[in-house]
């Protein structure tokens, strides 16, 4: 006698089959974005503190042990984040990103830029998902810039309207080769996956020595509108 357990195994069509790895996906991708959005990142700046401490050591040894404090703190912040990360994902938690204009202040105080930023609209009305999507497009513009550019001076600018929500992020440094899916820069390949999930567009316009510029248009109604 079959069980009911394999009658209803036997139910599934390959449909429903194709629809669960679809969520899966989404669902893997999404939580991709955030270890590297927040994690990630965070490790790297690190890093580059560090680094910087090398010239600090030798040119002012006493600037260099405050510094290296902060950055020991910075890491310390970090690992509590990563515990909070595992316990989301043991939850099957999201967490609620702060508003717009604080999230890039954030950012900004992070990466140590110097940056004119410029937010119109009223994003409180703009679907989760396409929140999600922008913040991450923020984030990974801000860090590349201060990884890449050579110079702290960034221009981000974010409007919302009726139809999209525009973001625009630009920096005046050394740049990097123009991004293609065959690229080893994850993180722009996953913006652009996210992107197209959401029906929007998303460029990224570089020529080494004249900067980086991302130019990203996600639509308020269509897919964004489940989230």
Known sequence: ?????????????????????????????????????????SVTSAVLELQTLRHRIEADPGIALVALKEVEEAIRTDLKEIRVVLFELERGQVREEPPFATFISDLVERWKLTARV???????????????????????????????????????????????LRIEIE???????????????????LLRARTEQLEGSIRFESTPGSGMRVIASLPVGGRGDQG
């Open 171 to 189: 920096d005046r440094g050394r740049g990097i080769v123009a991004v293609t899916d065959d690229d080893p820069h994850f993180g722009l390949r």
């Open 1 to 41: 006698m079959r069980t009911s357990h394999a009658r209803a195994s036997e139910r599934v069509t390959p449909a429903v089959e194709r629809t669960v790895e679809s969520l899966m996906l989404e669902e893997r991708t999404k939580w991709a974005m955030h270890i590297h959005d927040g994690l990630t990142q």
């Open 118 to 164: 410029s937010v119109e609209g009223d994003l409180d009305s703009v679907p989760e998902a396409i929140l999600e999507t922008a913040h991450a497009i923020v984030s990974e513009a801000l860090a590349n810039a201060a990884k890449h550019s050579g110079v702290p001076d960034v221009t981000v600018k974010v409007i919302a309207d009726a139809e999209a």
